[in-house]
Nanobody, 119 residues
Framework: QLQLVESGGGLVQPGGSLRLSCAAS?????????????LGWYRQAPGKQRELVAA???????TYADSVKGRFTISRDNAKNTVYLQMNSLKPEDTAVYYC????????WGQGTQVAVSS
């Protein structure tokens, strides 16, 4: 299992941009297999269900929620064991705690990073 740490969250005005990073660590075996993991970004606002925002497979195929399509971009750097989420044209509705997920037969989750979009 991987250990995941998100960073890059914060307060931003509507229309602004933010880049989230998720760095993976763990056993040598797990890190060597990072490229095999499917990766994703989820978010959860108070009183709401956790939802998938974006995902990227081991083959770098991407998927986005309709609400963020065209605004967010997920990418991965296997050499750095890191997955990113570039968020542009942010809206107040994007306010949530964002979580990183890695899946390869089992799930690994980060602790989350807060994103607040407000004027």
């Amino acid at each position: 299992q991987l250990q995941l740490v998100e960073s890059g969250g914060g307060l931003v005005q509507p229309g602004g941009s933010l880049r989230l990073s998720c760095a993976a660590s763990g056993s040598v075996f797990s890190i060597l297999g990072f490229s095999f993991y499917d990766l994703g970004w989820y978010r959860q606002a108070p009183g709401k269900q956790r939802e998938l925002v974006a995902a990227i497979t081991s083959g770098s195929t991407t998927t986005y929620a309709d609400s963020v399509k065209g605004r967010f971009t997920i990418s991965r750097d296997n050499a750095k064991n890191t997955v990113y989420l570039q968020m542009n044209s942010l809206k107040p509705e994007d306010t949530a705690v964002y979580y990183c997920n890695a899946r390869y037969r089992e799930n690994s989750w980060g602790q989350g990073t807060q994103v607040a979009v407000s004027s």
